[in-house]
Every structure is written in C-alpha cells, then in structure tokens.
C-alpha cells in the first residue's frame, strides 16, 4: 500500500521534510512497511517570494505621536518607528469587549471625586437606572442610528449592558457624583461598543458617527460631554489597550506580517489562479505508482487532492489505483458550498467513480470544515473528529501527533482490505 502526502499552504521545503518524516513514522507504527510518498510543491507552485521578505505594495508607516502629543503613547526607541493611535486601539478593545472598561472599574472602583455621606446609596446605581428607563431614541438619535446601520443592534445591546453583572457592580463602585459622571461615559462608551459589535458587518458607522453617538447617549445618561472612563480606570484601561489593540499591532508589523504570511496567503491564491499547474504536477506523482494508493492532503493539500479526484471522475477516468482519499484540517467542503472549487459546482453531488473519503477535523480548526453534511446520503464520505487540545493556529498542524489519526487511518485502510 502506498501512501501520498500532499502538504498544505505555506509549506517550505525545510518543514515539508520535518512533516514528512513524522507522517512516515505515524504510519509506519501502524502499518508497518507501507511507502511514504510526499511531492514538495511549495517552491515551484506556491506563492513567489517577496524581495526581503517585505511586500513594496504595504504603505508606509506613519510617524508615532509623542507623549507630548498623547500621555497616553509609551515612549518609543531611539529610531523607532511606531504607528500609535490610542482612540482606534481603545475602540479596537471595546469591540472585542464593550465590557472590559466597567469590568475594570467594577474591580478597582473610580478615582475619589468626591464620596457621598456614610450609607448613602451609590450615585452610580442612579445612572443604571437612567440607562434601564430610557425613553425610546429621539429624532436625533434615530436618524444616527438609521444612518449608520445600527438600529437593530442598538435595542439588543441595550438590554445586555443594563443586564450585565459588571455594568451593576461598577455602578456600585461609583459612589460620588464625580464618579458616577465617569460611570456615565463609561457605560455610553460601552452601549455604543456593544452596538457596532453586535451589528457586526451591518453597521456602517464612520469614527465621526460614532463619537456622535457616543455623546447623545453619555447627556441622555447625565455624563460629561467629553466623559470617557474616568482617569483611574483609563490609565489602566487605555495601557492594556495600547498593548493589546489590534490596530496597532497589525500597523505596527503589517510589512513583517505580509512578508511572513505571502507563503501561507499566497499559496491559496496562487493556487485560485493557477490550480490547473498543481493538479498537473500531482497527477503525474499519483499515475507514476498505478498500485493501491492512498492520498493524504492536508489544508490545501486536500482541496488540490479533491478538485483533481472529482475532475478525473467528472470526466470518465478516475485515476488509477486510488483507493482513498484522506482530507486533514480541509476548506474543501466549505469551498464546495460557496461555490470556490475549480472541479464542482455547488450542490453538485460527487461523480461516479470519486474515491472513498475521509475527512479529519478538529473543532478548534478554523481551517477545517465538515464533509457529510455537505455530500448528504453519500456513503463513500466520512468525517472523524479529533481533538488536540490546541487552540487556533496551533491545533491546525497538530494532527500529525495525533495517535488516534493513524489509528482510524488504519482502520480505513484494513476494512477494505
């Protein structure tokens, strides 16, 4: 029996030789004797390399602000050139949590402006109850909501952040009317993230829109025009969000990070473009050994392996000797549904003649996708879930340490023996 290993997107000749060898000794535990094959393809099909590792088309980036010019901006190196915008990586923050400032502020409470007397009921609980009566939105804020594709997202954020345990306890914590003025822009601050997250893709909200909206919901809750999270919890707020913010992480190394992922991007591009060069090349590899084969893809190993099984089949010659077809972390059935494979359109059922298939995957892959339920009722595909313990990105590559993949690869390969 004769196995071919096809490796997915990224690929370079250093690790396919490291993958290689591992899927040879996983094999090789459980079918002892069985040939190893694998074509290397990532530097004649895969995405060129870039000059440098850098991309000429990634604009330059920008001059950082000093601490002159924003307190908030960490002194950068000597030389150093940094893009720092302390408003989008707060906001970047708050999307990914609208909670996370009130949270911080439920935990170590607003700066002391100012402590009403002993016993006294917060001042802050009067805000949340602000929030929880308000009226219906006026004029004003209907439009800006309407304008800006958040009138749905609005109401359903609204019942979640004056619901929010956090939101409570932070109101609690603002005892004085100081403080409870920076719980006020707090929680608008938090409304509005927890709309334009819950909108997602719908909303079309510009950052001038959205500081509109920011100030009509901090006076609708008695804040200060300008309120934000008040300087206690902003300073701890606003370094975690420097750190943390994603804008300024993808600004920050966005020529290294092109440059970095052109093999991994790229390859999947390339092979949308020019697919037909790389199923050549495996056809050639398949049809050189006619014996029992089965056929290994991983990634977009997989989607290659797949659209040139279901050409060969499509068009009445289904390549020799094929016995199986294994998929690892694969898009081929996502691909499949939207429409994005070269060899069948979607809702079209497999070809006569198309391998048995086996499609591993892991629920922590974002990269791997669900066969049978796409090809429902054909007998010939099955999924097999297995779990690494990983997270995305890791637990994509971490297949081949996997016992139980060569194990259930066996047990393939020996029922239809």
Known sequence: MRFLFVHGTGVRHERHEVLTGRIREGIGKVLPGAAVDSPYWGDRFGALALPDGRARSVPARRRPRTPAEDPRTPAAAPGADVPCDPVADEWGLLLVDPLCALRLAAETGWEDTGYGPPGARAAGLGVLELLRELPPPGEELVALLDDTGLSVAYPLALAWISEAPETARAARRAEGSGAAREFAGALARALVAATLAEAGEEAECSGAERDQLLLLLTALLGGEARAGAGRKVAGVFGGIAMRLGGQRALGMSRGRLTGSSSPFLGDILRYQARGHELRAHLREEIAAHPGPTVLIGHSLGGIALFDLLAEAAAEGAPLPG???????????????????????????????????????????????????????????VRDHELSSGQPFLPCHSAYWKLPALYERLAAAVTDGE
């Open 322 to 380: 094929v016995r199986l077809l294994v998929t690892v972390g694969s898009q081929a059935p996502y691909l499949h549904e939207i429409g994005a494979l070269a060899s069948l359109a979607p809702g079209q059922p497999l070809p006569a003649g198309f391998p048995e298939w086996l499609n591993f995957f892991d629920r922590q892959d974002l990269l791997a996708y669900l066969a049978e339920p796409v090809f429902p009722g054909d007998a010939r």
